[in-house]
């Protein structure tokens, strides 16, 4: 199946610094791909690249298998059949919302078809009243309806949900992913908040100064990161150092496999506070070592909070005085100082190598060559 949107090998540079590093991605039928990153990645420019309001310097775009941009071709925006949604609805104040949804077409039964988008998007009933009139949500369910109305193959969002309240936007949010999804437009998504890019996307291409830095499913991202930086994007994490000897990194939790690391290497052990087993102290002893949860770590109560589903326990640990966060479900508040036992589940730890290293120019071993492994 030819993908309705790619984007290859795509660089833009603005006074000498590159905003979009060589980046590619496809966009297939009634799929949400989004890109996903702080401020300041290259997200929004690689979306106005996309939508050919901004050129750039190398690399080429394609629309359904055709190039419409590259180093001799540049199709304007308004012929690309791409539609835009971005965070200011930017509805005409004196139209009304039937008119605002069939303004740009250009066929003669053009109200009939705002008034069925409007119906789609569950605001016939609204059709002739003025955007003040209307809710923030009812004004972004318009605005999707116009971007809709010319029957766009792509759709590019940019943050489009991020002026509406909480509980409004969850609402909003699934019902203009199931109108996309039924209407089999390919949607590129621009967002800086991983649960929303979780929650819309069936890829997710995670972007730090211009370069994709991991690009696949959500459920891959968030349980096989490529690094530190981006385990703790998805989530709040732990984060305890070690240094590798004979391919494994001591710890007070114990020692970790650390296969193709040379010895000295610094490592950073990642564990997120709902993979932490807490444990009552028993007169000065925890709980034994186990092969699933190491080896336990004693440490001192320093705060407790409720937080609704669950209670966030943040303790002193005994063997360097850092703080390590633990989610419990439910209600569980022990009184500051009270020693605790924390235990890692061993499965849901990643090994990092540091990116500063202290004592190794590289923490990686040498690959040996092909002669000189016979």
Not at 346 to 364: A, I
């Amino acid at each position: 199946m030819t993908p309705k949107l790619e984007l290859q090998n795509i660089t833009r540079v603005f006074d000498g610094v590159t905003v979009v590093d060589d980046l590619s991605i496809s966009l297939m039928p009634g799929q949400v791909t989004c890109l996903l990153g702080p401020s300041g990645c290259g997200k929004s420019t690689t979306l106005r690249i996309a939508a050919g309001v901004d050129r750039q310097n190398s690399g080429r775009v394609l629309l359904n298998g055709e190039v419409i941009s590259d180093d001799s071709v540049h199709l304007p925006p308004e012929k690309r059949s791409i539609g835009l949604m971005f965070q200011d609805f930017a509805l005409f104040p004196h139209l009304s919302v039937v008119d605002n949804v069939a303004f740009g077409l250009k066929s003669k039964g053009k109200r009939e078809v705002a008034l069925g988008l409007l119906d789609k998007v569950g605001l016939k009933h609204a059709s002739d009243r003025f955007p003040h009139q209307l809710s923030g949500g009812e004004q972004q369910r318009v605005a999707l309806a116009r971007a809709l109305a010319p029957n766009p193959s792509v759709m590019l969002m940019d943050e489009p949900f991020s002026g509406l309240d909480n509980r409004l936007r969850d609402g909003i949010r699934d019902d203009t992913l199931a109108i996309l999804k039924e209407m089999e437009t390919a949607v590129l998504l621009v967002t800086h908040e991983p649960e929303e890019a979780m929650r819309m996307a069936d890829n997710i291409a995670l972007m730090r100064a211009g370069k994709v830095v991991q690009y696949g499913a959500p459920y891959n991202l968030y349980n096989a990161p490529v690094d530190c930086r981006v385990a703790g994007f998805f989530s709040d994490i732990n984060v305890i150092h070690g240094v590798v000897q004979n391919m494994q990194a001591e710890t007070p939790f114990g020692q970790f496999f650390t296969p193709n690391l040379v010895d000295g290497a610094d490592v950073e052990i990642i564990v997120r506070p709902q993979h932490l087993k807490i444990d009552f102290d028993r007169h000065g002893k925890g709980p034994l070592p186990t092969p699933q949860d190491g080896v336990p770590a004693r440490g001192l109560v320093k705060r407790a909070r409720f937080m609704g589903n669950e209670s966030l326990v943040e303790l002193e640990m005994d063997y360097d005085k850092s703080v390590l966060s633990a989610t419990i479900p439910g209600v569980f508040l022990p009184k500051e100082g009270t020693p605790l036992w924390l235990s890692l589940r061993r499965d849901r730890c990643f090994v990092f190598p540091c990116e500063n290293q202290s004592r190794v120019k590289s923490p990686y071993m040498e690959k040996k060559s092909a002669d000189g492994e016979r």
